[in-house]
């Protein structure tokens, strides 16, 4: 009550934001939380409050039970989670539904996803309701899912990288923990001598999310628009940076070659093959199904910087609560994505019984964060370096073909690290097929 | 080629393998290459038995081919019958579902086909064959996305009938069943019973039908399990996971996104159980193969 | 109650001189037809068609910015032109022939083999060895990457170790070379079952008076398999050659399979990955279209050819 009187009373959309943090902040009663985001942005979609039956399809682990939450309270307004299974597939059956009218009104996509989504016009616009909860989020998160002053999702989880590291190993080993990239390489030419069947890390060619987020914290940019053309700038100072420096570990040997996420990778986890990962948020969560065995030797560590003292991260993955564009109730849609994202009781579902790492600001502090992940149990502080890394992590506009980008990336840096070549030459070819295909689907490609 | 009622095979067999003559013996060569092959097939489906015995902490960490005797194997499958509230169970139902329904109405419709390309002269007969040749030189991965937008229109994707309906054409079936109905029904016995005037929808029942049945169980068998595994097609088709079967299930179990641990165990312990019924239904249907329907007894 | 009408009503025409066909014998053969042809037309030759049609059009984009407007246009040839340029594209098709020479053979005379010494007389262990190899066919695709994973990768292979064990060097089944024995052995693995299945499906057809003279004279096991039962079964060995040709022109499973495990395989290290790649993974389903209608027309003309020359051998007595 004393939330929309407020609302009612103050008018410029800064306030409005504040007014929402202090809302979402203030109680944890339903129906603090719930008014909060039934400020004037949603009613520009309809009525948020009317009677609707949602579809959501998502991947998170578990979340019907966090969305059992919201059944419980909005009778009227229920909303049913088909399970997915996440991947590239995904957006194109998403793509498809559409094409056919069958798109679900709620969706989780991945933050890469989002613009390919948006540029077939699959999720809807939501500036005007996402303004009342922008205050939730770092400047960081929120860049996830706007573009050119628009936003097209609300933020769910983030990943902000971190550096995994066999504590146990460096220990016995006599290693140091490397602050820099720099001392990165020189601690793999180290681990190969001292222990030549182990190595640092790998390289895996598997992944475009991995390297997208080292060149983001490079401080790459690889899509751009001004609003009538795109830009594309893959093969920029920073990516070239990050490509030749892994190519120079990766062809001398010093790093290993292999695919993540496979039989082999999964034992050189557990046994202590690979005695660091370059990961995200998340990693402790993956490393429980891959090397349960390893429980209490990992810990964790700022992600090494370019430059002494930096300290800037990038973005692994994570994903948003987008709405479609053939949502009839996007009001009441709109609603629930930012009950589901921001609201503490949602939020705290989500860290609890799906394991997520939330984007919302409060999410991060939440006292569901107190203790480190179950892999970790040493690491006390695990959440804290989260959420440092969270806030300045840095990220890049997505392009509206970043489908192809990925994989391209796959094909082009096997064949570097199969030919032993300069892993620039894959980022060159990165950017010569997205430069194409975005001019062969129409869009204005700015040439530089 | 006639059968006339001179004998099963097994008289036959029974007569003639006795007095044993030197080298014919047990034969030793083939049998020694039907072990060989035998173990070739069986060392990776040993690898699915061994590794549904392990825990997740074994799985990776553990030789191969060892199997676990530290009750991993139950813990596995009380932990994937219990996921998600018996989400399995209702995988497993989906399957049978579309596995049963489809293959039998699957075989009716390739037996019918088949026996008319095999039996009858008609106009069109070889355009037709070549027509149904055709059918399976695009891929499902190119008519999928076609075959949702198709279904779409009519408002039944994502129901029972966008996975149960297209599985009933079977291209390679109504060839096999071309192939055993040119094989085993005799066309002597159709012109006889022409002759004395049955209809041909008659004659297809008592003098078509008896002789194929050792094929349409092979065709049965095989489309079976074709649709038990099958993946592309119920996974464009269905959005809502109590509809999966069991492949499609146990591949969202696997792909779970990053944020909770992979569930190796329960994948490969589903996968094992998910083999079981087709065993059982080989096991089954096996005796087929030994029943020689014009005399009535079994075959050796 | 209609057959015993029927009945009469037949044997009152059979009076008639028999020139003139019965209706119900000539629309039979069309009227056993029908489901097979309705389920056809809905299910195989609509979709193709729209595919077809799909393989003419692209989309493209109008308007700027993020949110663009997309619209279908009609571009003639071009996807079929792009597809036909594409150096990736006649590589993979390199690819698959080397592919295909290592599987078809070795497939079907596996399974030729397995299913006559099945059907010999006095072989021990017949119903484990049926077993046995029909079991690969069983095991679902879902499980095949780790599987495979785990057969081959350096660090967990059981063969890899067994090598080991006896003194010699382990194989390698990942370098670009040996990768198509790798990809191929799984297709072998996988299919010697089936096939073994139609064939022995096929033995077990032939009435047994054929071999009994021919014991009689003394014949082996090995005279008789390859002097009578192997020309008996060749309407069958034809038809399961002609679709495994086609499975080898379709080839994506196996390299799928193994594609996220090495770096040997790229996304369109075979015709078919390539066209999964457009569908399903960069969203271009025109090109895809176009790519599977060209495939489609290759393998048309290869099987019909083959079919052709062996025709008069699968169906001979029906010309």
Redesign the interface.
């Known amino acids: 009550m004393r939330c929309t009187s407020m609302l009612k009373a103050l008018s410029a959309s800064m306030v409005l934001a504040m007014a929402a943090a202090a809302c979402s902040s203030g109680g944890g009663t339903p129906d603090s939380g719930d008014e909060g985001g039934t400020g004037g942005g949603l009613r520009s979609y309809g009525d948020p409050n009317a009677p609707a039956e949602l579809e959501f399809w998502a991947w998170a682990t578990n979340i019907e039970q966090v969305v059992d939450i919201w059944n419980r309270q909005h009778p009227d307004q229920q909303v049913e989670v088909n399970s997915q299974a996440q991947g590239d597939e995904l957006v194109t059956r998403l793509l498809t539904a559409a094409k056919a009218g069958n798109a679900p009104c709620l969706m989780q996509t991945e933050y890469q996803a989002l613009p390919v989504l948006v540029s077939n016009g699959v999720a809807a616009d939501v500036t005007a309701a996402a303004e009342t909860v922008r205050g939730e989020f770092s400047d960081s998160a929120w860049g996830l899912t706007s573009f050119s002053d628009q936003t097209f999702a609300i933020p769910q989880d983030v990943a902000p990288m971190m550096l995994y590291y066999r504590e146990d190993l460096f220990e016995q080993m006599g290693l140091e923990v490397p602050q820099t990239w720099d001392e990165y390489a020189d601690l793999a030419a180290e681990v190969r001598r001292k222990a030549p069947d182990r190595f640092l890390t790998t390289f895996s060619s598997n992944d475009p999310g991995w390297f997208a987020g080292l060149s983001q914290q490079a401080g790459a940019n690889w899509w751009s628009t001004d609003g009538e053309q795109w830009s594309v700038d893959i093969d920029d100072e920073a990516t070239e940076q990050v490509a030749s420096y892994w190519g120079r570990l990766v062809n001398s040997g010093v790093v290993d070659g292999q695919p993540m996420y496979t039989p082999q990778w999964n034992r050189a986890m557990s046994d202590g093959t690979l005695l660091t990962w370059p990961s995200a948020v998340w990693g402790a969560a993956v490393l429980e199904g891959v090397a349960p065995t390893t429980k209490g030797k990992w810990a964790v560590a700022p992600l090494p910087g370019w430059t002494e003292g930096e300290d800037v991260s990038g973005y692994w993955g994570g994903s948003a609560t987008a709405v479609s564009e053939d949502c009839e109730d996007k009001a009441q849609a709109l609603k629930f994505a930012t009950w589901l994202n921001t609201s503490p009781e949602a939020v705290r579902g989500l860290i609890t019984t799906s394991g997520v790492y939330p984007a919302a600001t409060d999410g991060q502090t939440s006292t569901a964060l107190d203790s480190p992940p179950a892999m970790m149990p040493n690491q006390t502080g695990f959440y804290d370096l989260a959420s440092e890394a969270a806030r300045s992590a840095r990220t890049f506009t997505w392009g509206p073909n970043v489908n192809v980008t990925y994989s391209v990336y796959s094909d082009a840096f096997q064949q570097a690290i199969q030919g032993g070549a300069d892993f620039t030459s894959a980022v060159a070819a990165m950017q010569d097929r997205t430069v194409a295909d975005l001019e062969e689907q129409g869009f204005s490609v700015s040439q530089e | 080629m006639t059968t006339g009622s001179v004998g099963t095979r097994a008289d036959h067999d029974r007569r003639h393998s006795a007095p044993v003559k030197s080298g014919q013996a047990i034969p030793l060569v083939p049998t020694a290459i039907l072990l060989v092959g035998a173990v070739y097939c069986l060392i990776p489906v040993l690898w699915v038995v061994v590794a549904s015995t392990k825990g997740p902490d074994e799985l990776f960490t553990t030789f191969t081919l060892a199997p676990s005797f530290t009750g991993g194997f139950w813990d596995n499958i009380t932990d994937l019958l219990a996921y998600r509230d018996g989400k399995f169970w209702r995988w497993v139902a989906n399957t049978v579902l579309y596995a049963g329904v489809g293959t039998v109405l699957s075989v009716v419709i390739s037996a019918l086909a088949g026996y008319s390309l095999a039996k009858f002269r008609f106009r069109g007969r070889e355009m037709v064959f070549r027509l149904i040749l055709a059918g399976v030189l695009i891929p499902q991965i190119t008519l999928a996305i076609p075959q949702y937008l198709l279904l779409s229109k009519v408002d039944l994707v994502g129901t029972y009938w966008s996975v149960l309906l297209p599985s009933l054409i079977s291209p390679f079936g109504i060839y096999l069943c071309r192939i055993f109905a040119t094989a085993a029904i005799p066309d002597d016995m159709l012109a006889a019973g022409r002759v004395d005037g049955a209809g041909e929808y008659r004659l297809f029942w008592h003098v078509g039908l008896p002789p194929m049945l050792p094929g349409l169980v092979t065709v049965f068998l095989l489309q079976f399990i074709a649709i038990w595994n099958n993946f592309l097609l119920p996974f464009i088709m269905l959005s809502d996971d109590d509809y999966y079967p069991l492949t499609v299930g146990l591949y969202a179990l696997l792909n779970q996104g990053t944020s909770q641990p992979v569930l190796y165990t329960l994948v490969v312990a589903g996968s094992l159980l998910s083999i079981v019924p087709l065993i059982v239904l080989f096991l089954l249907l096996q005796r087929y193969w030994r029943l020689d329907v014009l005399s009535g007894g079994l075959k050796a | 109650m209609r057959?015993v009408q029927?009945?009469s009503a037949?044997?009152a025409?059979?009076a008639r001189p028999a020139r003139r066909r019965r209706p119900?014998?000539?629309t039979?053969?069309?009227v056993?037809?029908f489901?097979?042809a309705v389920?056809?037309v809905?299910?195989?030759?609509?979709?193709?068609l729209?595919?077809l049609w799909?393989s003419f059009r692209d989309?493209?984009?109008?308007g700027?910015?993020?949110?663009?407007?997309?619209e279908e246009v009609f571009v003639g040839l071009s996807n079929y032109a792009s597809s036909l340029s594409d150096s990736e594209l006649w590589a993979s098709l390199g690819r698959m022939l080397v592919y295909g020479v290592l599987v078809v053979p070795t497939m079907l005379g596996?399974a030729l083999?397995?299913a006559l010494?099945?059907d010999?007389?006095?072989?021990?262990?017949?119903?484990?060895?049926?077993?046995?190899?029909?079991?690969?066919?069983?095991?679902?695709?879902?499980?095949a990457t780790?599987?495979?994973?785990?057969?081959y990768?350096?660090?967990?292979?059981?063969i890899r170790?067994a090598v080991e064990q006896v003194g010699l060097p382990p194989p390698d089944f990942f370098t670009?070379t040996t990768v198509f024995f790798s990809v191929a052995n799984i297709a072998v693995?996988g299919g010697?079952?089936?096939n073994m299945?139609?064939l022995?499906?096929?033995l077990?057809?032939?009435?047994?008076?054929l071999?009994?003279s021919a014991?009689?004279d003394g014949c082996?096991?090995r005279q008789i398999a390859l002097r009578i039962k192997i020309p008996l079964l060749t309407?069958?060995l034809v038809?399961t050659g002609?679709?495994s040709l086609?499975a080898t022109l379709?080839v994506?499973n196996e390299p799928q399979t193994l594609s996220?495990?090495?770096?040997?395989?790229?996304?369109?290290w075979m015709p078919?990955m390539k066209?999964?790649?457009d569908?399903?993974?960069?969203?271009e389903?025109y090109s895809?279209?176009a790519t599977?209608?060209l495939l489609?027309v290759a393998?048309?003309a290869i099987?019909?050819g083959v079919?052709s020359f062996l025709q008069s051998r699968a169906?001979g007595?029906?010309r």
């Open positions: 057959t029927r009945d037949d044997r025409q059979a119900q014998a000539r039979a053969p069309y056993f037809l489901p097979a389920f056809f809905a299910f195989l030759l609509l979709p193709i729209y595919a799909l989309e493209r984009v109008r700027a910015g993020i949110v663009s407007v997309r596996l083999l397995f010494i099945l010999s007389p006095r072989v021990r262990m017949r119903s484990f060895g049926r077993l046995a190899i029909f079991l690969p066919y069983a095991v679902p695709g879902v499980i780790l599987l495979w994973g785990f057969m990768l350096p660090n967990v292979s059981p170790a670009p693995w010697i079952g089936f299945i139609v022995y499906t096929a077990r057809a032939l009435p047994s008076e071999y009994d014991r009689l082996s096991e309407p069958a038809m002609i679709f086609i379709q994506f996220p495990l090495t770096n040997v395989i790229s996304s369109t078919l066209v999964y790649n569908a399903f993974v960069t969203n389903i895809a279209a599977s209608v489609a393998s048309l099987s019909l079919l169906f007595e029906d």
